[in-house]
């Protein structure tokens, strides 16, 4: 299958080339989408993983940016059955310091904190989910301290996030990121100042559909969430960061714009967000 390619420069908002399905090609995958005119920025899920998106990223001038963070299903005992991409795992619960991630937020290619956030399909009882909501506001304060922008996990639980940014995240934008709430969720972030980013979801599911004819372009973002969720026609192989193109293409259709409109928003949308 050919990888669709286009003329424009794009910005992949959210990638994992920092987890264990790139670690035989990394650099030969960012080699590809740097002579695209392709940018992204690695998300870590953990310290581990936060530590190796800052790693990957100080290997290259220009382009390639790190976020770090804590996920929501790190801070709690979890399985995780992911898909024919990541075998199953059970992770061990990291106890969030954010001494540590100060110190990683030193280098000037980390662009944001997180992935943070709540995922309440994998937390077993309230008190998972006391914990869940504790590390978040801790993250929260580490974004608005360090003046870092957050990019927002959230599963099954956008009442309670919502409610927590609210009350806890004044000062503090950032992205919902892979959305999977509803119309009002998007609403509701967009008037706290946060944009919206969709995947490669949108090219197999019509779900969102509505919510994006009704979100204004300069609120949208664009992203993979590789090596997951691969889009129409790679689905159920590895996704990777150039797949993004198939997202704007999406939205392109949806909102009835060319796709250079998309592109050329989206991607001012990030580095206005981001700084870069």
């Given at each position: 299958?050919?990888?669709?390619?286009?003329?424009?420069?794009?910005?992949?908002?959210?990638?994992?080339?920092?987890?264990a399905?790139?670690?035989?090609?990394?650099?030969?995958?960012?080699?590809?989408?740097?002579?695209?005119?392709?940018?992204?920025?690695?998300?870590?899920?953990?310290?581990?993983?936060?530590?190796?998106?800052?790693?990957?990223?100080?290997?290259?001038?220009?382009?390639?940016y790190?976020?770090?963070?804590?996920?929501?299903?790190?801070?709690?005992?979890?399985?995780v059955?992911?898909?024919?991409?990541?075998?199953?795992?059970?992770?061990?619960?990291e106890?969030?310091?954010?001494?540590?991630?100060?110190?990683?937020?030193?280098?000037?290619?980390?662009?944001?904190?997180?992935?943070?956030?709540?995922?309440?399909?994998?937390?077993?009882?309230?008190?998972?989910?006391?914990?869940?909501?504790?590390?978040?506001?801790?993250?929260?304060?580490?974004?608005?301290?360090?003046?870092?922008?957050?990019?927002?996990?959230?599963?099954?639980?956008?009442?309670?996030l919502?409610?927590?940014?609210?009350e806890?995240?004044?000062?503090?934008?950032?992205?919902?990121?892979?959305?999977?709430?509803?119309?009002?969720?998007?609403?509701?972030?967009?008037?706290?100042?946060?944009?919206?980013?969709?995947?490669?979801v949108?090219?197999?599911?019509?779900?969102?559909?509505?919510?994006?004819?009704?979100?204004?372009?300069?609120?949208?973002?664009v992203?993979?969430?590789?090596?997951?969720?691969?889009?129409?026609?790679?689905?159920?192989?590895?996704?990777?960061?150039?797949?993004?193109?198939?997202?704007?293409?999406?939205?392109?259709?949806?909102?009835?714009?060319?796709?250079?409109?998309?592109?050329?928003?989206?991607?001012?949308?990030?580095?206005?967000?981001?700084?870069?």
């Amino acid at each position: 299958m050919t990888i669709y390619i286009t003329n424009y420069m794009l910005i992949d908002t959210h990638a994992h080339l920092n987890f264990a399905a790139f670690k035989d090609d990394t650099d030969k995958v960012i080699d590809q989408c740097l002579e695209n005119d392709l940018w992204m920025i690695n998300v870590g899920s953990q310290y581990s993983t936060s530590r190796r998106a800052v790693t990957i990223a100080e290997k290259y001038p220009e382009g390639i940016y790190a976020a770090i963070g804590l996920h929501p299903i790190h801070a709690i005992p979890h399985e995780v059955d992911v898909n024919e991409v990541n075998p199953s795992f059970k992770s061990s619960v990291e106890e969030f310091n954010a001494d540590k991630y100060k110190e990683l937020a030193k280098s000037k290619k980390v662009v944001a904190i997180g992935e943070i956030g709540l995922d309440y399909s994998y937390a077993k009882n309230d008190t998972d989910k006391k914990t869940q909501k504790k590390v978040f506001i801790e993250q929260l304060n580490l974004a608005r301290k360090l003046s870092l922008p957050v990019i927002i996990h959230c599963r099954d639980a956008w009442k309670d996030l919502i409610k927590i940014l609210k009350e806890s995240g004044e000062g503090v934008k950032g992205v919902g990121h892979f959305f999977s709430g509803s119309l009002e969720d998007a609403k509701e972030l967009i008037d706290m100042g946060f944009l919206i980013s969709f995947t490669g979801v949108i090219t197999f599911a019509k779900t969102y559909d509505e919510i994006i004819k009704n979100i204004p372009l300069d609120k949208l973002m664009v992203e993979t969430d590789c090596p997951y969720v691969s889009p129409v026609p790679f689905r159920g192989k590895r996704n990777m960061p150039l797949y993004v193109k198939y997202v704007v293409k999406r939205i392109s259709e949806i909102k009835e714009v060319s796709e250079s409109e998309v592109a050329k928003i989206t991607t001012k949308n990030a580095k206005e967000l981001f700084k870069i």
